[in-house]
């Protein structure tokens, strides 16, 4: 007898319970995050400004070699420090805030699918995001992508959740308020996307959908509240501390920027579209599926897969929704010339729903290719699955060189008391690579004036130096500053002087001829002490100290 696809889907049906859905999902998300090194200059930066906060105990203020860092809201700061508190300043306890906002938002997915559409589409659903390898990986990079892409994703979940119920009689004050909280979070994490994105997805669906009583139930007045009360206190205190912080952040760094054509990374407006569709392979081949008009017109046998939610408008609810999702998400973020990968992760959550949708519909119906059919789903998830382990492993042994190994090198012989410097580069992990709270002199020449106009590690230092300008003064000095103050130290003061050996060594005076400490593909470190034999070489006629 033909096994049918309503055999392959019930077997879905009986799925293990909620505790080994969720610690399995979370095992699967976390269990290489270990293995590659960390990456430079995203992982350095971010890791490295979460060790400065637990370091120098500015748990509030984040910031780049200590100077004010606000680039980005410190949600994922927080979690990083609280996790270096707990575990130790490690790669994979950096990377534990992006692991949490994809498990968060693949729980979410999960439990929002098997309400309104059933156990089966909830299991492949919850399958297709884990091993989506966009997904798998960004959940084990440490930057604040993964953690918006989880807030914005939970944000529409309970926003929808919310209006459904709602909509079904159901109680739903608390899940109203948790969608502001979570919307609050989300700003807390990126800014103004943590809220403009989930809540265009939102507005649309309801508008498409005439599920007028929905803007009620969210712009409910105690959910206004809750908002304001989770995003205004650090956003209020940073602008007491830092007059223009207010304008910098939102003006500049959210609108001049989105807007902006010369920054980096300029791409076509096409240019999410080939990206999505490669890097959540091999789920992408079944989007095909919902293309065709029985899978928008939602048949009977589709409908009856469903063990919570058997009405057909519900299903429709359901997929309408995900492809809102998918395409506000996707048109934001193609508007603005500068793109990067990372941007568009809150759409993977919609694309692996939309994907068990397909898949549900071609497993329910019985005819001569239900068995072609299992067999192309279960050779879609191993290969899935492979290629997430793969492409990590590949990842781990093709890495760029960082900081970390120097740091363990030098660990052994750096004092409290030596000084760091770095030659024309600026090397986000070395400081948590040796545990210390040590500043770091960065030398350049920083009257340039293409400095503010360039977006890389210089401008994020002067940028970060406008908010504390004698410390940037202090800092961020030129080589004949950094060779002055070396002659005027004390005797037996330490100086590890980091350059990167891509530049020629010889441009510097003090390093001309001198073998290094400690050499890395990324880097190199000297190490020199100041006493008479060091002034005699290179101070010239430079006054001692004393």
Known sequence: MRRTGT???????????????????GAWLLWLSWLRP????????????????????????PTLNGMPFFHKPPLYYWLAEAAYGLFGPSVWAARLPSWLGAWGVAMALYFFLRRWRGQGTAVIGLLALLTQPFFFGSAQFANLDMLVAGLIGLTILAGATTVLRADAGLPYH???????????????????????????????????????????????????VVFLAVTV????????????????????????????????????????????????LPWTLWLG??????????????????EA?????????????????????????????????????????????????????????????????????????SGAAVLCVVANVLAAHYARPNNVAMGRQMLAEFRPGDTLIAMRFYPYDLAMALHTDKRIWVVDDWTRAD??????????????????????NQLLVSEAEMRRRMCAAPDGQGFWIWADP?????????????????????????????????????????????
């Not at 068990?356 to 279960?378: P, Q, S, T, W």
């Not at 001309?512 to 002490?529: D, H, N």
């Open 38 to 61: 960390l990456t430079l200059p995203d992982e350095g930066r971010y890791g490295g400004v979460a060790w400065e906060m637990l370091s120098h105990g500015t748990h509030l203020l």
């Open 289 to 306: 599926g919902a293309l065709r008009k029985a899978f928008w017109a939602n048949p009977p046998a589709v409908a009856e897969a469903s």
């Open 174 to 224: 608390a899940l109203s308020v948790s969608t502001g909280a979570l919307a609050a979070l989300g700003v807390l994490a990126k800014g103004l996307i943590g809220v403009v994105l989930p809540g265009a997805v939102l507005v649309l669906w309801i508008l498409l959908r005439r599920r007028w009583r929905g803007l009620a139930v969210l712009l409910w007045p105690p959910v206004i």
């Open 309 to 381: 939610a058997s009405d057909a408008i519900r299903a429709a609810d359901v997929r309408w929704l995900m492809l809102c999702w998918l395409g506000v998400i996707v048109v934001f973020f193609s508007i603005p010339a500068s793109k990067l990968v990372g941007y568009i992760q809150p759409v993977l959550p919609a694309i692996a729903a939309l994907v068990a949708e397909v898949i549900v519909m071609g497993l329910v119906r019985a005819d001569k290719r239900v068995d072609r059919r299992n067999r192309l789903f279960a050779v879609t998830l």
């Open 451 to 472: 400095i503010a106009k360039r977006d890389n590690w210089r401008k994020e230092l002067y940028d970060a130096g406008q908010f504390d300008k004698p410390l940037m």
């Open 233 to 280: 206190p650090w956003f209020w205190v940073m602008q007491q501390r830092f007059p223009g912080f207010l304008e910098y952040f939102f003006v500049y760094q959210q609108f001049e920027r989105f807007a902006a054509t010369g920054f980096n990374n300029v791409q076509p407006v096409w240019f999410y579209v080939p990206v999505l569709l490669g890097l959540a």
């Open 502 to 546: 891509r530049h020629d060594f010889d441009s510097y005076r003090i390093l001309k001829g001198q073998a290094p400490r400690y050499a890395t593909p990324r880097g190199q470190v000297w190490y020199m002490e100041s006493g008479e034999p060091f002034r005699r070489q290179y101070c010239g006629e430079t006054p001692t100290a004393g």
């Open 7 to 25: 055999d392959a889907l019930r077997r879905l049906l009986i799925a293990p319970s909620r505790a080994m859905v969720c610690l399995g999902s």
